[in-house]
């Protein structure tokens, strides 16, 4: 705990939640807070929808680290006929067909580099009709095989971040998806604990009016004795029996918050509505060992929470936008190298068996936009949304002071309630037991009983809010500083 409460509170503390509710049934089911984390985490959709957005974060970046290569082919044919203008002419007519194949495949290098192979053939077949009567037939094929390689040099811009960048981006989604579940996990575990504390609380208050209510019938039966005996008069005993007949009120509409709060309660877990539950909680279980210094819980909030991560992480991809879109707008430079051999014969296959004519070239490729306007609007664009990042990240961090502070102060408060009504709790007991002594020696009426356990039961009653709060607001201090709760196991959270 942030602070340690007296050891008379932390007694009676676990003496009010060692006791269970079963709503009916011969065997219910036992529900601890652990049980009902691992219930809400399973069933949420912001949850789910989270965890698939990371297993799609992570196959885009599986695809954007791959290196596949590219294969490119194309095959087309082509026929025509002409006829001689010239009447003198010998040829009367020509018929043309040709067909032609090309093919390639690009490998992507780490880089930006790229290796390429190409290779091509064509066939050309010419017939021509004669007006003696014969015709003559030509037939030619060529082919060649090509490699070249291209790499783009960072003289004018940044090429790194252009060739590698899609990579980077993918990385950041991933790391981005991994908070944003995380801190949906955090968030049900949140709405889970102030569930859970809220059906405890009014499970407990029932209890505790069922205490008083017991206290009073008791006292009533007694007056109802001394009245037989002629030792007390019956107004007395009327006062004792309206104060039973309030104390019976007092516990049905305890009992109705408390079934009410436990329906919520299933509701929020998707449980049944009629599956008997019985509440389980150790007290101690949720116990944290953080600093009571606000600086240094501010300090470990901001070094581990998963939104304000979340956050730095949206500014690391504003900031590679940036980055970017400024490369982009600004002239590139690459080199380029190959080397091709051609042949011709009157087959594709005889010609790809003499690729005689060996070529090559070195050469620099450069590049530039002629939409400077636009790149200059899409700059300012990206550098907009990088200040709109750093501003959330900063707006953040404020709330995330503020929340600090004001849990720290309710887990001060509640520890200081629950030492200073342990105290009330005793001295009221004590009361009750020397009013109930007098009342037996008939020095008091029972309206003095019943007054002294009324304020026993709101000194309970008192009591018990204020241990609860010190517990929730201890867990909810934990989640505020990035951590879970003790009760909450990471096996729980997975």
């Not at 695809?63 to 002419?89: F, I, M, R, V």
């Not at 009245?227 to 516990?251: F, N, P, Q, T």
Request: hydrophobic content about 40%; charged content about 25%; some cysteine.
């Amino acid at each position: 705990m942030i602070v340690n409460l007296p050891k008379i509170a932390l007694a009676l503390a676990l003496m009010l939640v060692q006791t269970s509710y079963c709503v009916a049934g011969d065997s219910p089911h036992v529900l601890s807070l652990p049980d009902a984390v691992q219930l809400a985490l399973a069933r949420d959709a912001l949850v789910r929808d989270a965890q698939q957005s990371l297993d799609n974060a992570r196959a885009r970046l599986v695809q954007a680290s791959a290196l596949t290569p590219t294969l490119t082919t194309s095959a087309n044919s082509s026929a025509a006929s002409s006829a001689g203008l010239d009447p003198e002419s010998i040829i009367s007519g020509t018929d043309y067909s040709s067909q032609s194949y090309y093919s390639s495949v690009n490998v992507p290098m780490r880089g930006g580099a790229n290796l390429s192979l190409s290779s091509s053939a064509s066939t050309t077949t010419t017939n021509s009709e004669l007006r003696t009567g014969e015709g003559m037939e030509f037939t030619y094929a060529g082919a060649s095989v090509g490699a070249g390689v291209s790499r783009p040099l960072s003289i004018f811009r940044d090429e790194r971040v252009l060739t590698e960048g899609p990579r980077w981006s993918a990385d950041i989604s991933v790391r981005r998806a991994e908070l944003a579940l995380e801190e949906a996990r955090r968030r049900v575990v949140g709405d889970t604990l102030a569930a859970f504390f809220g059906a405890l609380r009014a499970r407990r208050q029932a209890e505790i009016a069922a205490a008083s209510q017991r206290e009073a019938t008791e006292l009533l039966r007694i007056a109802k004795s001394k009245l037989d005996r002629g030792k007390l008069a019956e107004i007395e005993v009327m006062e004792a029996r309206v104060s039973a007949d309030s104390a019976g009120v007092a516990l049905r509409r305890a009992e109705s918050s408390a079934a009410t709060a436990l329906d919520a309660l299933k509701n929020f877990l998707g449980m049944g509505l009629e599956q008997a539950v019985q509440l389980n909680h150790d007290e101690t279980g949720t116990a944290n060992a953080l600093s009571p210094d606000e600086a240094a819980l501010v300090e470990r909030a901001i070094a581990q929470r998963a939104d304000l991560q979340q956050l730095r992480w949206g500014i690391r991809s504003a900031e590679l936008s940036v980055r970017q879109v400024e490369a982009e707008s600004r002239p590139g430079a690459s080199l380029g190298a190959g080397y091709t051999r051609t042949g011709q014969a009157e087959t594709i296959g005889e010609s790809f068996h003499q690729l005689v004519n060996p070529s090559w070239y070195v050469g620099l490729l450069f590049t530039t936009s002629l939409t400077q306007r636009e790149d200059r609007a899409a700059i300012e664009q990206a550098r907009g949304s990088l200040r709109l990042a750093r501003m959330n990240e900063e707006l953040r961090r404020d709330e995330v002071r503020l929340e600090i502070r004001h849990l720290l102060r309710e887990v001060r408060d509640a520890a200081a309630n629950a030492a200073q009504l342990a105290e009330t709790v005793r001295i009221a007991e004590e009361n009750l037991r020397i009013r109930q002594v007098q009342f037996d020696h008939g020095l008091i009426r029972p309206i003095d009983v019943t007054q002294t356990e009324r304020q026993l039961t709101e000194a309970r009653a008192q009591l018990l809010d204020a241990v609860i709060d010190h517990e929730l607001s201890a867990a909810q201090l934990s989640l505020a500083a990035g951590e879970m709760p003790a009760v909450v196991t990471h096996e729980t959270v997975q």
